[in-house]
């Protein structure tokens, strides 16, 4: 019997985030990243902790100068913040790759993991996805309006 290895990955939809929570969890990388005893022995992280530190503070000062919403300021905002998330895309990977596969260790680095947990969603009915024994064209018709919410055939053989 093979068992099935869940690898750790990290959500990294850094991108998507506004630049504040970008901020909150750089914040959260340089304290749960640099100087963790969970990864003593790992190589070095591909980003210094002086390095990503700038970079916070320098997204936290664009923050704080786009609150005003002018053009030039949100702007300089945007290419802070993605200043700020290759960094944590590198560090998220460099966390995935060296935490020894211990979920402890991996959420200590302040990412967040992926749900490895998957939940199927039972039939609408036991006929679902039959269809008639009809020409192909009429049974692609069919399923189109077996589909539709006020169909009065939806679910029921013909």
């Known amino acids: 019997m093979t068992t099935k290895v869940h690898l750790i990955k990290a ?3 850094f991108r998507t985030q506004t630049p504040d929570v970008v901020f909150t969890t750089a914040n959260g ?3 749960g990243v640099y100087n963790n005893p969970g ?3 790992a190589p070095a992280q591909p980003v210094d902790q002086p390095t990503l530190q700038a970079a916070n503070n320098t997204l936290a000062a664009a923050n704080s ?3 005003n919403g002018g053009k030039k300021e949100l702007e300089q905002q945007k290419k802070d913040k993605e200043v700020v998330v290759k ?4 560090l998220a990977h460099w966390a995935e790759a060296n935490c020894k596969d211990d979920m402890t260790t991996f959420l200590s680095s302040g990412f967040h993991a992926v749900s490895t947990a998957r939940t199927t969603t039972p039939p609408v009915s036991e006929f679902w996805g039959q269809t008639p024994n009809c020409h192909p064209k009429l049974q692609n018709l069919f399923i189109r309006v077996a589909l539709h919410k006020k169909c009065p055939f939806a679910g029921s053989r013909l």
């Not at 960094?87 to 590198?90: R, T």
Request: net charge neutral; hydrophobic share 75%; aromatic share 12%.
């Open 11 to 13: 959500v990294m939809n």
């Open 29 to 31: 990388a340089l304290t």
């Open 39 to 41: 990864f003593a022995g």
């Open 65 to 67: 100068a786009a609150a």
């Open 87 to 90: 960094f944590l895309v590198q």
